[in-house]
């Protein structure tokens, strides 16, 4: 078990009964498990991200011209990949501190703190939401699915992303 300490008073927090969830966006896994919680639709792999640049038109052009990537790939350290995998939109804010301190303990201390500032970095950047009640099902949240109003090429050869859903994950 981690720091109980950090959870102390995390029902008052003003995130508690908020359930984090993704935004559509691709995502996908790569690596080895780095830690593993042994949690439903969570694997302990790194994850990362591929979002469209959005060009202006002046911008399109020296784009195509300097055949400028089309996409940004974010990856994800240990602990956001973790974080990122938690907010499917099935669990409140409480549930994934609670996870995310008995997975990493120390190393991620005080852990109300610090997942209130991942998830509001993730907010920033329209990556993701709070929900006041479950997902269930609204849209998918899954990996290695590009959203309708968006448009990726396909993977380039020998990058070695997992695409594929876990047992139990939210589609």
């Not at 102390?8 to 080895?32: D, T």
């Not at 780095?34 to 060009?55: A, H, T, Y």
């Not at 990949?81 to 409140?92: A, I, K, V």
């Amino acid at each position: 078990m981690g720091c109980m300490g950090d959870l102390a008073g995390a029902e008052n927090h003003p995130l508690a009964q908020q359930y984090p969830c993704r935004l559509p966006v691709w995502w996908g896994r790569h690596g080895e498990v780095e830690k593993d919680p042994m949690k439903s639709g969570v694997s302990g792999r790194l994850v990362v991200l591929r979002i469209p640049k959005q060009f202006r038109r002046f911008e399109g052009v020296l784009a195509r011209l300097l055949k400028a990537p089309k996409e940004i790939r974010r990856p994800l350290d240990r602990m956001n990949s973790m974080l990122w995998e938690l907010c499917d939109g099935s669990r409140t804010f409480v549930e994934i501190c609670s996870v995310l301190d008995e997975v990493f303990k120390e190393e991620i201390a005080p852990v109300l703190h610090r997942t209130t500032a991942a998830i509001h970095l993730l907010q920033q950047n329209n990556l993701l939401l709070m929900l006041e009640e479950p997902l269930n099902n609204r849209w998918l949240v899954g990996p290695g699915i590009t959203p309708g109003h968006q448009t990726l090429d396909n993977l380039p050869e020998g990058l070695e992303i997992d695409t594929r859903s876990l047992e139990n994950e939210c589609p």
